[in-house]
């Protein structure tokens, strides 16, 4: 008799966006909760939001001890390029924790991202320059080869790799509403936000397919998040359902 053999699966790992920021009360109960959490809803590991706070570094160590319970829950650094001004703190995080176990590789590569940074050249005469001289051939300098993938979609697709040789891979940040002057003006449906986010993400993808091939793509989501919305003084805030942390999940 003989035996068909399935063909394997490559399933996709999920990632939910954690601020780090939001841990400064935190104790290690609270990490290995939060993790067991995620776990539980079928998470594989957590991107870590991490700006420069002086506070932040015993953070970090707490959460990648309590992680090592968790042997296959992965972790990497989405540095918050909003607040970081110097290309040593990404250096330094990264080469503390390379070598852990509940680091996240990818092709071979230490995996690392952004939220922002597109106009970040770190006194470099341009973008691509910078992150590729005070990053990437720094941290290659140490042995280190990463797959970068930042959230620079502050630009088109097309015109990023074109742009910025330097990056490996693209993350759109486009789940939400995409107009929130819109939104303080009108009162949008839920079909109409969900046909935004399909623009949104569809524009982005095409892009991607008609320029590059064998790159990294990254899609967010974030079913369990929530929005308040300061109409009166035109600021939105978003709060997490889930504590610190808002499922807002990159596929690779």
């Not at 990648?64 to 290309?87: N, R």
């Not at 109409?192 to 064998?214: M, P, T």
């Not at 359902?241 to 499922?247: D, K």
Request: aromatic letters at 16%; charged letters at 20%.
């Amino acid at each position: 008799m003989s035996t068909a053999m399935a063909s394997p699966i490559r399933g996709k790992n999920v990632f939910a966006h954690f601020m780090m920021g939001n841990t400064y009360p935190y104790r290690p109960a609270n990490f290995r909760t939060d993790i067991e959490d995620a776990i539980e809803a079928g998470i594989d590991g957590f991107a870590l939001n991490l700006g420069q706070d002086s506070w932040a570094p015993a953070r970090v160590e707490t959460m990648f001890s309590v992680a090592s319970e968790f042997p296959q829950y992965k972790l990497f650094f989405s540095f918050d390029m909003s607040i970081i001004t110097s290309a040593s703190v990404i250096v330094d995080y990264v080469l503390r924790y390379v070598k852990h176990r509940n680091s996240f590789w990818y092709d071979n590569r230490y995996f690392m991202s952004t939220f922002a940074g597109e106009s970040q050249s770190f006194g470099h005469g341009d973008v691509n320059e910078g992150w590729d001289v005070e990053v990437r051939q720094k941290l290659k300098d140490k042995g280190v080869e990463i797959c970068f993938v930042p959230s620079w979609t502050g630009m088109d697709a097309w015109k990023m790799f074109e742009r910025f040789p330097v990056v490996d891979g693209a993350f759109s940040w486009a789940a939400w509403y995409v107009s929130y002057i819109a939104l303080l003006t009108q009162a949008l449906s839920r079909r109409r936000h969900s046909c935004q986010v399909r623009r949104s993400l569809h524009a982005y993808c095409k892009d991607i397919q008609q320029i590059v091939y064998g790159r990294s793509f990254t899609v967010l989501f974030h079913p369990l998040s929530l929005e308040e919305l300061g109409l009166s003084r035109f600021d939105i805030t978003h709060k997490a359902i889930s504590r610190t942390c808002s499922v807002r999940a990159r596929t690779y």
